[in-house]
């Protein structure tokens, strides 16, 4: 089955739905808006995720952001190259740059996420 | 870095250019400035390896002059302005009766009797008052130039390169810490080799409208050798791998300047008092009751401002500054801790997000140029 295509939330993660597991990243938007990113703090693997509750943190030279689950379920993967690369958050937020992998509990959850016209509008709104 | 005054924010005569460049400005010390361009990895590493041009125009530029213009700075200062030659500068602090730092600031020597103090965007006012204040009775007379004056500062190791065709003043004979009058890019301008980054480079000041003919002048002439804007991101980065305090984090009213390691600047036995000799005095014969150290993070986490330090008893101490270091690719910090942690090679514990991530006391500074 082909990936879907991704979905946002408010607080600028992605979502790419595959079977029944979804990639999570952060979008560009969030990215740039963070400048250049020098750590990344994921979870480990098989915790048991809440929808917006905090999984993890990406920091920039200047900031500490915290990173919301977009959709509940066990995390399968995290990114390990973003320890020693973390700049890839920037440099390719959709692909290399994601952050973890999740195994749905509640596959509904992706359709009510906002689609790419609605996060689009969003961002240009600030 | 932000602040949140109602006041509306200040714009130096800059602003456009760095709307035009796409900088991110933000509210700082009650200034519209530009916090990045391109990056702060980028701007930063270009200061590093070849130059960056800073709009430094919020920084209060206060004028003394008169007869006793050296003696009344003696008395408002720390330090001692009487010993400087003329053409040079020294680093100084304003302190409180009670010893507590006000500003730091770095004292231009012009003429025999005209100085120039340079104090801290969101300090100028307060201390352009204090300064009118203890000048009083002396014959000194304090000109406060901060919203008439732009500065502009180029910093790296090209710095000289690219400023010298553009400049009248002789740079091979200006030596660190030192300032010359004469023209850049035909305009009259006070040139200083000072700066806040830990590389050899150049502070020009201007009146207030010719920051912009200066500034592309220098972007021009750069260009090809790599010179590019930089915002207060990386001027923050830069001063703190070179371990240089910022008001605000590692100084301020509680603060004396024997804990924050300044206390080589104060001149306890310089000619005639001064204010808060006598608390100084006290500081300095009982010993600080906290120093001021570097740490370097060993474990995984960057420790930022305001995070806990602990021993294996528990809390001993506040980080101060705290960030990636681009040149070390490590995180670096600086930190108030108990005086028996001072010693370089302590193993210590920062709380990050509730974990202790272990971080070691080292010498400071982080990062030292080569000359």
Sequence with gaps: MAPSERRYTRDHEWVQLDGDVATVGITAYAADQLGDVVFVELPSIGRSLEQHATFGVVESVKAVSDLFAPVSGEVVEANAALAGEPELANG?????????RVRLTDASQV????????YEALTRAG | MTDQDAQPLRETALVDLHE???????GFGGWLMPVQYTGILQEHQAVRERAGLFDLSHMGELFVDGPDAGDALASALVSDPRALAIGRAQYSMICAEDGGIIDDLIVYRLAEDRFLVVANASNASVVSDALADRLAGWNAVLDDRSMVTSLVAIQGPVAASILQPLTSVDLSGLRYYAIGEGTVAGVAALVARTGYTGEDGFEVFVDWDRATGIWSALSAAGADAGLIPCGLGARDTLRLEAGMPLYGNELDRATNPFEAGLGRVVKLDKPGTFVGRDALMRIASRGPARRLVGLVVTGRGIARHGYVVRDEEGPTGIIT????SPTLGRPIAMAFVHPKHA???TILAVDVRDQPVAAEVTQLPFYRRAR
């Design chain 2, 321 to 324: 500054s705290g960030t990636h």
């Design chain 2, 343 to 345: 010693e370089p090679g």
């Design chain 1, 92 to 100: 390719d937020p959709y692909g290399a740059g994601w952050m973890i």
């Design chain 2, 20 to 26: 035009s460049l796409h900088a991110r400005l933000i």
């Design chain 1, 111 to 118: 359709d009510a996420l906002l689609d790419e016209a609605a």
